[in-house]
């Protein structure tokens, strides 16, 4: 399974069922998706988050998953969606997907109530990926190991400021037990500028692994 990095909150799982984009927003431009998005997840409908589901190609024909508030929204737009809330799981051709908490707030851009923001932990291909979504460190994450089968990877903001700072996010790894950390939600402006080496070594004193990836570089897992 392949995970593909697009700057801020989005990300791509290829797994060898379907292609599974995650909050949409590009501000440097969209990217030139050479692959059919069959699902897109959102987690929460702050404007750095979906502000670029329009702009996915096909994007209509794609599943949509959220809380009840977001997918109602899109679902009014044309897209077709499924609604779940927090605790809820769902098995999908390609796997499960379960909503997790998240400690964050949410609304639309036009500032219409968009429900609780998520977490997600997707169990495809024989692999476990939680994506936190923007949010705290919460006691909330002890939960996913008990819940969930052994993470391979958690993508966890680091930015600070709007989400949790890298330091929490370390926390958040071990209240998930997961060592490889994929970081996300820094850089985009300048109150989530971060120090990537200083979180780099940080995470690496602890015998933790954060991965940066450029925007558009990948991992496999
Ligand atoms: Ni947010
Ligand atoms: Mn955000």
């Known amino acids: ?5 697009y700057g801020h909150g989005s990300v791509v799982i290829k797994t060898s069922q379907a292609n599974i984009l995650v909050d949409p927003f590009y501000p ?24 670029d589901i329009d702009n996915i190609p096909n994007g209509k024909e794609a599943t949509l998953v959220s809380n009840y ?8 737009k044309g897209y077709n969606g499924i609604h779940m809330n927090h605790g809820g799981d769902k098995d999908f051709a390609f796997g499960n997907v379960k909503l ?17 923001p998520v977490g997600f932990v997707i ?6 990926v939680y994506i936190a979504g923007d949010t705290a460190l919460t006691m909330d994450m002890k939960l996913i190991p008990l819940m969930c089968q052994k993470l391979d990877l958690a993508i966890l903001p680091i930015g600070n ?3 949790m700072g890298y330091k929490d996010a370390y926390l958040a790894s071990t209240f998930v037990e997961c060592q490889r ?11 989530i500028e971060i120090d990537k080496e200083a979180a780099k070594s940080y995470f690496a004193s602890k ?4 991965i940066l990836l450029d925007i558009g570089n990948s991992l496999e897992l």
């Not at 169990?123 to 476990?128: A, E, F, G, K, S």
């Open 1 to 5: 399974m392949q995970i593909i990095y």
């Open 28 to 51: 440097n431009g969209v990217p030139a998706f050479d692959f059919k998005i069959d699902y897109i997840l959102l987690t929460h409908g702050h404007q750095d988050h979906i502000n």
């Open 69 to 76: 508030e977001v997918t109602s929204y899109f679902v009014e």
């Open 100 to 116: 997790v908490n998240a400690v964050h707030s949410s609304s639309f851009p036009d500032g219409s109530y968009a429900g609780n």
């Open 123 to 128: 169990t495809t291909d024989n692999r476990c």
């Open 161 to 163: 400021t709007f989400t």
């Open 181 to 191: 950390v994929l970081g996300c939600h820094f850089d985009t402006f300048p109150p």
């Open 207 to 210: 015998g933790s692994e954060l």
